[in-house]
């Protein structure tokens, strides 16, 4: 267990719907990172939340928005699904801003499925 | 922009050794990680390098030349849990960690 806390774990939904994934990092991290996994691909960076604020952006689409909030939990909004849409997001957690030797722990992710 | 290049699958047997190659061009760097994701589970932390030479520990061992771009994770005393995809990940300007495609290891009796 890395102590990363992802809801749900599975997610059915229709095209055109919006779903709302949540994260709760380790004790103590401040960093959050939310990437996105397709059948077959590797990991895709997403956003990265620190303390907050917004910190790193990588191919997010315009229909996905995150926010990481006082208490440090953080969520993935998407909207206007697709099918392509389908995939596995994780969230994962650590200490600093990402800029050192922190190792980022990783939740058991949520498996979204659009249909 | 970010590159990463590893193998896409590699098969071994049990109690081999096998070596796992990443080459990456990227804006900056701030370190290699590699971790392990066994289907539908979550990545698991395995090594980190930021400096030149190999890290050791246990099984696994990690090495890092900067100049050159290029990282091999080296798995000795193959099992059948180790069986999994592989995953090089660089962290380079802008807090970013960028993973390459992973590289799924098969491991045979």
């Known amino acids: 267990d890395s102590g990363v806390t992802q809801t749900p774990k599975h997610l059915i939904t229709a095209t055109g719907q919006r779903v709302t994934l949540r994260c709760s990092p380790r004790s103590g991290d401040l960093s959050v990172y939310w990437y996105q996994q397709s059948l077959d691909q590797g990991l895709q960076f997403l956003i990265q939340y620190y303390n907050g604020e917004e910190r790193a952006k990588g191919n997010i689409l315009e229909r996905f928005s995150a926010q990481q909030f006082p208490d440090l939990h953080s969520e993935l909004n998407l909207s206007s699904l697709e099918l392509g849409d389908s995939a596995l997001y994780f969230c994962a957690s650590s200490v600093g801003q990402g800029v050192d030797n922190t190792e980022a722990f990783f939740g058991q992710g949520t498996r979204l499925t659009v249909v | 922009g970010q590159n990463i290049d590893q193998p896409t699958e590699m098969t071994a047997t049990e109690g081999a050794i096998v070596q796992i190659n990443c080459t990456y061009q990227?804006?900056?760097?701030?370190?290699l990680f590699w971790y392990q994701q066994h289907a539908g589970e979550a990545p698991t932390f395995l090594s980190y390098n930021v400096l030149d030479g190999l890290e050791e520990k246990g099984r696994f061992s990690s090495f890092l030349s900067r100049s050159k771009g290029y990282s091999y994770l080296l798995l000795k005393e193959l099992q059948m849990k180790d069986s999994a995809s592989y995953l090089c990940a660089v962290k380079a300007a802008g807090n970013k960690l960028t993973f390459g495609g992973g590289t799924r290891v098969l491991v045979k009796p």
């Open positions: 990227t804006s900056g760097f701030n370190g």
